[in-house]
Structures are given as structure tokens and as C-alpha cells.
């Protein structure tokens, strides 16, 4: 089985920084695209950024210049710097990969619980 931990998550004041990161364990061979996603309430769940194992990130327009996306392949762990955070990007974000099991018979999906941010104004 594969699991992904997030870490990192609180309340923070607008202007503020902070940094999550998400951890993927269990039988992985490769981990394609690393991602992270945001829900606020009574809204759907959209992309923040996503990083390819060897590539250049995508940003949301949103948080493009705030937020940076980045990995440690040999740590199976994917970060997001959040800087200048705004009461906007308060929601539960969701960690996101796409991976590749031992045994596995092809690339799959795979979430973490999530993580609440609350940027307070």
C-alpha cells in the first residue's frame, strides 16, 4: 500500500509564510508528479502546484510569485513554501501523487488526508 503524510498546517497570519510537506511511503518503485491541491469550504478542490520527477513546476495563477513547489526524490517527500499568504488561501490542502508501485500494473492516484492552513486577517 502507499500513504502520504501531510505536515505542516496551522494558523498563520496574513502577510506570514509557512511550509507543508508530505511524505510517500510503502511499496513505491517511482513517483511520477508530485502535487498539492486546496479545498476551502463549499468549494471544490483545485491545484495549487504540481512537479514532475525531473521537470519545472506548475503554479495555479493564483499563488504564482507566493508559493514555491518543490522534492527531495530521494526522500519521497514534496514541499510547498507558502509566502505572503493571504485569508484567501485558508482551506485544507491535499497532498498529491502519481505513483508507480512494486508490482504494480501501472501508475496510480494517490492522496493524503490533508492538512488545514487558516490565514487569519
Known amino acids: 500500500q502507499v500513504q502520504l503524510v501531510e505536515s505542516g498546517g496551522g494558523l498563520v497570519q496574513a502577510g506570514g509564510s509557512q511550509r507543508l510537506s508530505c511524505l510517500t511511503s510503502g511499496s513505491i518503485l517511482s513517483i511520477n508528479v508530485m502535487g498539492w491541491y486546496r479545498q476551502a469550504p463549499g468549494k471544490q478542490r483545485d491545484l495549487v502546484a504540481s512537479i514532475p520527477r525531473d521537470g519545472r513546476p506548475n503554479y495555479a495563477d493564483s499563488v504564482k510569485g507566493r508559493f514555491t513547489i518543490s522534492r527531495d526524490n530521494a526522500k519521497n517527500t514534496v514541499y510547498l513554501q507558502m509566502n505572503s499568504l493571504k485569508p484567501e488561501d485558508t482551506a485544507v490542502y491535499y497532498c498529491?501523487?502519481?505513483?508507480?508501485?512494486?508490482?504494480?500494473?501501472?501508475?496510480?492516484?494517490?492522496w493524503g488526508k490533508g492538512t488545514l492552513v487558516t490565514v487569519s486577517s
Open positions: 498529491n501523487a502519481l505513483v508507480l508501485r512494486v508490482g504494480g500494473v501501472g501508475i496510480m492516484n494517490y
